[in-house]
C-alpha cells in the first residue's frame, strides 16, 4: 500500500464508494484519520521551513491570498499553522478525506466509539 498520505486518502475514498458496511467504513476511517494527520504534518512541516524565509509582511500576505489573514493578536507560529492548515485544506487529499468521512457517516461510521450503536 502506497505510504503517500495524498494517494493513500484517494485511494481509501475510492474504496469507500463501494462499501456499505460499517465496519469496513469504520476501518478505512480510522486508517484515513491516521494519514490525514500525517498529511496535516507533512504540510505544516514543509510551510513552516518556507515561512521561516519571509517576513512578517510577506507571510501576512501569503495568509491572506491562501484565504486565512493574520488576525490581530496571533502570533507567527500561529499564522503559519493557519496557512498550513488553509493549504491543507484546498489539497486533493483533505478533499478525499472529506469523502471518506462523508460516505462513512452515510452507514453510521465514526471515530469515537460513544457515537457508535
Known sequence: M???????????????QALSDREALQDLLAMG???WCEGVADV??????????LSDQELAERCAVAG???EMGMTRGEAV????????????????YTELEERAALFGACLLPEELR
Open 68 to 70: 486565512m489573514p493574520w
Open 44 to 53: 505544516r512541516s514543509s510551510v513552516s521551513r518556507s515561512a521561516s524565509e
Open 33 to 35: 484519520h491516521r494519514t
Open 81 to 96: 499553522s493557519a496557512l498550513a492548515f488553509a493549504t491543507w485544506e484546498a489539497a486533493p487529499a483533505a478533499m478525499a
Open 2 to 16: 502506497d505510504t503517500n498520505p495524498t494517494a493513500l486518502l484517494l485511494d481509501l475514498a475510492s474504496r469507500a
